[in-house]
């Protein structure tokens, strides 16, 4: 069975000032000449154009599009929030952890060199 292809999808943006993204468009990856002549930089989310704002439209109530753009800031709120109560404090015990088997394990490398040397001795 053939396997199937699969290209990487390129982002143009929407976002506001501190990165919350409103709007994605896929776009076809632009040709290394586009690149050099835009001097756009690829991230690691292939997002090639970014266009930032302030965001100062989604607190007008005459705005339609607000409840949607709302929707997504308070995702976005969410997800940090639970990165921060969730994962952060696990990541630090993992790091807490990983400390103590690095004094141990170097405990244990000092005392087999001492051990060596006074053999040789």
């Known amino acids: 069975m ?3 292809r699969r290209r990487a999808t390129y982002f143009e943006v929407s976002t506001l000032r501190d990165g919350t993204v409103l709007a994605a468009y896929p776009v076809r990856k632009p040709t290394p ?12 989310d292939n997002i090639c154009k ?3 704002r ?3 439209e989604l ?4 705005y339609d599009g607000r409840t949607r753009f709302q929707d997504i800031v ?6 940090c929030r639970a990165i921060r109560t969730l994962v952060l404090p696990r990541i630090e015990q993992l790091e807490a952890g990983l400390a103590a088997l690095q004094s141990q394990l170097n405990r244990i490398e ?8 006074e053999s040789s001795a």
């Open 54 to 56: 302030s965001g100062s």
């Open 74 to 79: 308070a995702n976005r709120l969410n997800t």
């Open 2 to 4: 053939a396997r199937t």
């Open 59 to 62: 607190g007008d109530v005459r």
């Open 33 to 44: 000449h586009v690149i050099k002549r835009d001097r756009l930089q690829i991230d690691e």
């Open 50 to 52: 970014e266009f930032s």
């Open 110 to 117: 000092e005392l087999l060199a001492n051990g060596r040397s």
